[in-house]
């Protein structure tokens, strides 16, 4: 069974950085995507980056590009976002998905439909 584990979410100042983990259990990471997603209340939950199978590739939505790093260690079965320049708007539940091959070629920000197996997400609030 597929597990995923989101962690290192906090309340955040403006400006600030965090690194976002998720640690995958149950499978082989290096078989999978990762993808991380953003969901606001009351909104769908929206692709922020993901990253293929052997790390090479990865995207990002417009937002976050050159704030926002994506990262796997397959060893250590974790995906990491990290998360630099913190923005109010970037405030939301953030949470992994996973995918098996590699990311799909369809917009960043509309690849949620493409995953499956998610974690129960982990708190990001910029304010201050």
């Known amino acids: 069974q597929l597990r995923l584990a989101e962690s290192g979410g906090r309340v955040v100042q403006p400006g600030g950085s965090l690194r976002l983990s998720c640690v995958v259990s149950?499978?082989?990471?290096?078989?999978?995507?990762i993808g991380w997603f953003r969901q606001a209340p009351g909104k769908e939950r929206e692709g922020v980056s993901c990253?293929?199978?052997?790390?090479?590739?990865?995207t990002y939505r417009a937002a976050v590009k050159g704030r926002f790093t994506i990262s796997r260690d397959n060893a250590k079965d974790t995906v990491y976002l990290q998360m630099n320049g913190l923005l109010r708007d970037d405030s939301s539940t953030y949470y992994c998905?996973?995918?098996?091959?590699?990311?799909?070629?369809?917009?960043?920000?509309?690849?949620?439909?493409?995953?499956?197996?998610w974690g129960q997400g982990t708190q990001v609030t910029v304010k201050g």
């Open positions: 998905g996973a995918r098996f091959t590699d990311c799909p070629t369809t917009a960043t920000t509309e690849l949620a439909p493409y995953f499956g197996s």
């Open positions: 990253i293929d199978t052997t790390g090479e590739t990865t």
């Open positions: 149950g499978f082989s990471l290096d078989k999978y995507a």
